[in-house]
């Protein structure tokens, strides 16, 4: 038995987990990694642009991004869109392409990373639980306008329950995935 409000809920909640997905593969963890670029907007002719459009983004080595512009006139556009980034990466620019070189973690490093996959994990679980809250109110206010039976709303409620334990059992293996990637570095 589907109900709109499992539907619904299935929908958000794995909403839920491809942001949580997005948000973790922006997280640098100590190796090359073209989506650490993703939020990178270059001026180009007047426009703001994501940096994967005006250029090609190549990882040569496993700690190297080789970035080069489709057009050679905005590579210092594309390193002044980096330097300007919260990356805390330096471009260097050799006049045809850009390299940018991934500094190896350290220990401390590695640990303040893991805080924050943790934190962005809780976020996503918060979210999750918010649209199962959601769910179970739009339950019982179907059966208290008898559009539901008792028993439908409780074998509804499991559903919902079950929804919610496996988007939070995604979002637990995306982030120990995560972790296990920074520490292994």
Known sequence: ??????????ENMS???????RELANIRAGKANASILSNVRVMYYGTE????????????E??????????????????????SSDLGLNPANDGSVIRLV???LTGERRQEIAKQVGKEAESGRIAVRNVRREAMDDLKKQQKNNDITEDELHTLEKDVQK?????????????????KEITEG
Do not use: C, F, G, W
């Open 1 to 10: 038995m589907t109900n709109k409000a499992i539907t619904k809920a299935k």
């Open 49 to 60: 642009v994501p940096l994967n459009q005006v250029a090609s983004i190549n990882i040569p």
């Open 163 to 179: 929804v919610t334990d496996d988007a939070i059992a995604q979002m637990d293996k995306l982030a120990a995935d995560k972790e």
């Open 15 to 21: 909403k839920s987990v491809d942001v949580l997905s």
């Open 102 to 104: 991934i500094p190896q």
């Open 62 to 83: 496993a700690r190297v991004l080789m970035i080069t512009p489709y057009d050679k006139s905005s590579l210092d556009d594309i390193e002044h869109a980096i330097n």
